[in-house]
């Protein structure tokens, strides 16, 4: 019987270290996809602002819909791309060519002024990965693949959520 009591002992505290670090990986790799996406969805953006399609004023929504941050969505679940958009929006993201491998825990959009205001395009990507509230933002500005401190808050305010 104590041979017993030491065994579910000893698995307990496996348990205890063992689930926090699953949960902690899991974030992790959550986090990565906004990363991975923002950054290829940028890269299919430039070189759509760089064509002459680009020279068009643009604002493609969040693609899944709603974004993240919306009430009832829960962001640590994976949501298919294209879901929830209208069909104004599809033809959009249609335009760009470029679609993330599977389903999608966070939203993404992308912004041009076109050839009204050259340079001024950004690409955001947000996911509540937690879903307590609040949103993980990655901001994308410019012909630069490199994030702008200075447009954060900008794009923030414009996706409706904070940095």
Request: proline share 6%.
């Amino acid at each position: 019987m104590v041979e017993l009591l030491t065994v579910l002992l000893v698995l307990g505290v496996l348990v205890a270290i063992v689930v926090p670090k699953l949960q902690s990986a899991q974030l992790r790799a959550r986090r990565a996809e906004v990363r991975v996406n923002t950054a290829g969805l940028h890269t299919a953006f430039q070189l759509y602002v760089a064509s002459d399609a680009g020279a068009d004023p643009l604002n493609s929504g969040y693609n899944p819909s709603p974004q993240p941050s919306a009430l009832g969505i829960d962001g640590t679940l994976a949501r298919a791309w294209s879901s929830g958009i209208s069909p104004q929006q599809e033809e959009v993201w249609g335009r760009l060519g470029w679609s993330p491998d599977g389903a999608v825990h966070c939203s993404y959009q992308v912004y041009s002024a076109g050839a009204a205001v050259p340079g001024d395009f950004w690409t955001l990507g947000e996911c509540d990965l937690d879903d307590e509230g609040r949103p993980l933002q990655r901001l994308m500005v410019g012909p630069t693949t490199s994030e702008a401190t200075g447009l954060r808050q900008k794009g923030a305010a414009l996706a409706g959520g904070g940095y």
